[in-house]
């Protein structure tokens, strides 16, 4: 792809030949189309009936599409000694109470690491911006007697609060409060009177709220389409996804129905945010 700068009026202009562009919209179109089908088979497969399930090899459309797999979901698990509605139930509140708390701490201690001068903060946001690197897995055995000690195995506990110390959540708050709330005019809120907690409240989060609405979003995200958690194994306690995994065993069409209904709630809620996601990812540098 030939590229040409020209500099006009102290401005850098990029020219880019017709066949680069073509080639990079087939390329992304092309890239576009593995990504939906899985989406796409899993739609269509919530919709098959069981004769068409059992076809080989499967078809990538549906001939008499049905709503039943969607039936037998709730009719099916609403027959269980645990509704389908406690999993339900728990996956909102999981994902409520985890995304509240990661936003509240996780945009409190940006501020303070962004605005307030302390000794160390230079070093503590180090290891932070580190820790981005290091797998939750490595640290698995060490939380597992942390969650021992505090008493919260088979616990709502152990699936909200680790939610709120996202170290990634953090990151992209600092980053965004770093490039978009200046010092000078925290300093003339100060010294107009103003507190911490007032100035955080009424003064940054406006000016970062594409900020903070990705972080929502993400971590609702993140928290809905979490798997069983190995720390609980109550059935009463667990998620929406952990029913799914064991409907899986039984019925591909209802365990289908079900990837169906979880999906589109956090997609909905990406489109309708979309832009300002996508304004927080590139003033954060963010790319995934």
């Not at 399930?53 to 099916?76: A, C, E, G, H």
């Not at 936003?103 to 307030?116: D, Q």
């Amino acid at each position: 792809m030939a590229k040409k700068l020209r500099v006009r009026n102290h401005r850098v202009v990029l020219n880019r030949s017709k066949g680069g562009d073509v080639g990079i919209t087939v390329l992304l179109f092309i890239l576009g189309i593995f990504m939906f089908l899985p989406m796409w088979y899993l739609i269509i497969t919530a919709l098959k009936p069981l004769g068409e399930r059992n076809i080989t090899p499967p078809n990538l459309y549906v001939i008499k599409p049905t709503m039943q797999n969607f039936i037998d979901l709730f009719s099916n698990m609403n027959s269980t000694w645990v509704p389908i509605s406690r999993y339900i139930f728990n996956t909102i509140i999981i994902s409520v109470a985890a995304t509240f708390g990661c936003l509240v701490l996780g945009s409190l201690t940006a501020y303070a690491l962004s605005k307030i001068k302390f000794p160390g903060r230079t070093w503590i946001f180090a290891v932070i911006r580190y820790s981005l690197m290091i797998s939750s897995t490595v640290a698995g055995i060490t939380n597992f007697f942390i969650f021992v000690w505090l008493g919260w195995l088979n616990t709502y506990w152990i699936s909200i609060v680790p939610v709120w110390a996202s170290t990634l959540g953090l990151y992209l708050m600092k980053q965004f409060i770093d490039s978009s709330v200046s010092d000078e005019m925290i300093e003339a809120a100060r010294i107009d009177g103003a507190g911490e907690l007032r100035i955080y409240w009424q003064i940054v989060m406006p000016l970062v709220k594409p900020a903070w609405l990705t972080l929502l979003v993400t971590t609702f995200q993140t928290v809905w389409n979490s798997g069983a958690s190995v720390y609980v194994w109550s059935e009463q306690l667990k998620t929406f996804n952990s029913a799914i995994a064991t409907i899986s065993t039984v019925s591909a069409g209802a365990s289908s129905a079900g990837s169906v209904v979880m999906m589109s709630v956090p997609i909905i809620i990406f489109i309708v945010n979309q832009a300002k996601i996508v304004e927080t990812m590139g003033s954060s540098g963010m790319k995934d």
